[in-house]
């Protein structure tokens, strides 16, 4: 589900109705690319690719931008991007990692001028509208089908549909159909932009068929609201009242409204029944006599409503992150969103290391969103590629935390956030407000509100979704700012104008389709009991919940890959095996606290680089880049790495510059070890701190490099450079 639109003025923004994971910009810190600290893969230039997972955006997708509002929120939006923790350390080494190197753009295998007619239903090949990712290859064209099935000779919309291939696979005869989440997630963007990362797994031995619903993305028409779109980034630093920016946001709203209107678009006819319809369609004019299908976040709820209406030719479904079609989502979010937070304490409390290194991590934060609340911070944060200003409350901070719990990589962050922030620093703070910016594009927000009046608004209890400030007093100004998830929607979507669904779409659906039904035990969206449930309904599924993940699981590395793979082998026979998903009992709960520096065992290492042969030690539980560099990446915004870099005949001013940083490094001393003296320097490299040493040995120049975070930049000195210094030799 998308994460709650809001409209606040500030970072953080609401949770979220049904919907996608987050994609992250830039704040001076490393990009985090999400969700996914699970299934990295390592890109042409040698630096971590990101994975995308898809599902619930996060709140901003909702109704209000990362955050929009009252002082400064930002909330995420469908999928959470995040560039993987090594991504500080290969942006300072640009010279090094991207000597050479170019990340290219495969060519769109396409055809035209062929149609296909099974209907009201026609498929027209066409040109691609976006770049085919690298060693895939992409037949793409459009499912063109009526507005209203009702009148099939009126409007007509076409939907931007891609077949995926892999280069140099023998594709099976059942294609994997993706449901992307939201709603009113852009499904082909976020695929292309990281096709391997969120669909290998499934293109392994199968084609997969990615295409952008009606009223999304590329789609004719896309529901897009620029309009709110631009007010929530004019709210982004502006200290409003949720009432104030939800009056700003549903004002902007219905602009979009009467534009649409104007445009001859019927709102009465975008939602998962209809949605349904089209992927029943796509099915018979691609020709294919089964598929399977997957769908994340909200793409699970337009799966159960397919299972539902059109069951024909599904040969299996995959629901990642389920949202029931029975549930009041609206009603619950508040109390998701603090069940979602107690986890995140539980998991610390039960860490021993965490515990110890974190004590009352709870009562810690709450001090901390208390003092934003009275004096917000100011962070810079990427939208589209222009630097923002924005702020961040008490509020946007609880949202934040919320957004972070979409993907395990983020949640690991939040411990050391809050030591940051008694420190006076705000580095995971911006890098997160920089992921709940970068979600403002990626949603159609007409498509999501339409959605979300037709089918979940009119079911939802009034008198609960009203009382859920009284709840939850803490999150009530999360609450108010909620276009369509809080006790604003009703009014939202009595002017909104998208109809009724019929009451069938608020009960739960049953089927005998073979199901596996995943969640992670983070998922701050879609919690895992809703999982459960709706496979309870399902004559022949199995429920796995995973430990340590959060939102969109199905195809993270280690066993999540190893099942979903195992069940779309042989799914019949996968759902009777009562051993079938038994390595979910044996993943580790999540790690919130990275190792103490007192605990780091060192171990030597030998590299050749650039002809010049290095020995030492490194840390032994930290990955190697590529020779010289290691990262530590407990968590996705961790900037922690050590570089080493030789070169014959190189001066020290050289290897310096093969390294970008934020300024110009400043001397601090020199540290002898032997016939050695090594010159110290400092940085910052996107705001963190930077340690460096630089030598000349027999004509060969030598630098060693500590990335780190501020509060960890002492510990880290002794227990990791300093013994790297002494170490060090080359030949």
């Known amino acids: 589900m998308a994460p709650a639109a809001t409209a606040s003025g500030a970072i953080g923004a609401s949770a979220p109705s049904p919907g996608s994971p987050p994609t992250t910009g830039r704040t001076g810190s490393p990009q985090p690319r999400p969700p996914s600290a699970p299934r990295r893969r390592v890109g042409s230039c040698g630096a971590p690719g990101p994975r995308t997972a898809a599902g619930l955006a996060p709140a901003a997708a909702r109704t209000r931008p990362t955050g929009a509002g009252r002082t400064g929120k930002l909330a995420p939006s469908r999928t959470l991007g995040v560039r993987s923790p090594a991504a500080l350390v290969a942006l300072a080494l640009f010279g090094v990692l991207g000597a050479g190197c170019t990340q ?3 060519d769109s295998v396409s055809r035209a001028g062929d149609s296909t007619v099974v209907g009201d239903a026609r498929f027209e090949e066409g040109e691609c509208r976006f770049e085919a990712p690298e060693d895939v290859e992409v037949r793409c064209g459009w499912l063109v089908v009526p507005e209203d099935r009702a009148r099939p000779d009126g409007r007509q919309v076409r939907l931007h549909v891609g077949v995926f291939h892999r280069a140099g696979a023998d594709a099976r005869p059942d294609p994997v159909v993706f449901l992307e989440g939201g709603p009113g997630g852009n499904a082909l963007e976020g695929a292309t932009s990281d096709f391997l990362g969120r669909f290998g797994l499934y293109a392994e031995d199968r084609d997969v068929i990615v295409f952008d619903q009606r009223g999304t993305g590329y789609s ?20 409003l009242s949720a009432d104030a920016a939800l009056a700003e946001s549903r004002e902007a709203l219905g602009r979009c409204r009467e534009r649409l209107l104007a445009e001859d678009v019927d709102l009465t006819a975008y939602h998962s029944e209809a949605s349904a319809a089209d992927v029943a369609d796509l099915r018979r004019v691609l020709g294919y006599e089964s598929w399977n299908v997957l769908g994340v976040s909200y793409g699970t709820r337009l799966a159960q409503t397919l299972l539902r209406t059109a069951p024909e030719g599904i040969r299996s479904v995959l629901l990642d992150s389920t949202y029931p079609v029975a549930v009041d989502g609206v009603a619950e979010l508040p109390d998701r969103m603090a069940e979602s937070f107690d986890r995140l304490l539980a998991a610390c409390e039960a860490d021993a290391a965490c515990s110890t290194r974190y004590p009352t991590l709870g009562a810690r934060f709450t001090a901390q969103a208390d003092r934003l609340e009275h004096e917000p911070l100011e962070v810079t944060v990427d939208v589209e590629g222009e630097r923002r200003p924005a702020l961040v409350d008490g509020a946007g901070l609880r949202d934040l935390v919320f957004l972070s719990l979409y993907e395990a990589g983020l949640a690991r962050a939040v411990p050391r956030m809050v030591e940051e922030l008694e420190a006076g620093r705000a580095d995971v703070v911006a890098k997160l407000a920089a992921v709940s910016a970068a979600q403002l594009g990626g949603v159609s927000l007409g498509l999501h509100t339409s959605v979300q009046c037709h089918d979940e608004v009119p079911f939802a209890d009034r008198a609960k ?6 709840r939850h007093p803490e999150l009530a100004e ?3 700012g909620q276009l369509v998830d809080g006790p604003g929607a009703f009014e939202t979507c009595a002017s909104w104008g998208a109809g009724h669904a019929p009451p069938v779409e608020d009960e739960p659906v049953r089927s005998d389709v073979p199901a596996l039904v995943v969640g992670g035990e983070l998922d701050p969206v879609t919690p895992l009991s809703w999982g459960e449930e709706v496979a309870m309904g399902f004559d022949r599924a199995r429920f796995v919940a995973y ?11 280690g066993c999540p890959a190893a099942v979903t793979t195992a069940f779309l082998g042989d799914p019949a026979a996968f759902v009777s095996s009562p051993g079938a998903t038994a390595c979910a009992s044996t993943m580790p709960p999540i790690r919130l606290a990275a190792p103490a520096a007192g605990e780091i065992e060192l171990v030597p290492f030998d590299a050749d680089l650039g002809g010049v042969t290095v020995s030492g030690e490194r840390p032994a539980d930290w990955d190697e880049l590529q020779p010289g560099v290691v990262v530590r990446q407990h968590d996705l915004l961790d900037p922690t790495g050590l570089v080493t870099l030789a070169a014959p005949g190189a001066g020290t001013e050289r290897l310096l510059g093969a390294l970008r940083f934020d300024g110009e490094p400043r001397p601090t001393g020199s540290r002898p070890v032997g016939d050695v003296a090594w010159s110290l320097y400092e940085a910052e490299a996107d705001g963190a701190p930077v340690d460096i040493a630089l030598a ?3 004509g060969v120049g030598l630098l060693v490099a500590l990335f780190s975070a501020p509060t960890e930049r002492e510990g880290l000195r002794g227990a990791v450079l300093e013994p790297a210094l002494d170490s060090l030799r080359s030949s």
Do not use: F, K, M
Not at 465 to 470: N, Q
Not at 547 to 557: K, N, Q, R, S
């Open 478 to 480: 999360s609450i108010a």
């Open 220 to 239: 004719e028409p896309a529901l897009d609201c620029p309009e709110l779109r631009e007010t929530w980034l004019a709210q982004l630093d502006v200290d």
């Open 696 to 698: 000349e040995v027999d």
């Open 465 to 470: 979704v009203e009382d859920g400030p009284r």
């Open 104 to 106: 290219g753009v495969g």
């Open 547 to 557: 430990p340590g993940l959060g939102h969109g699981v199905a195809a993270e590395e």
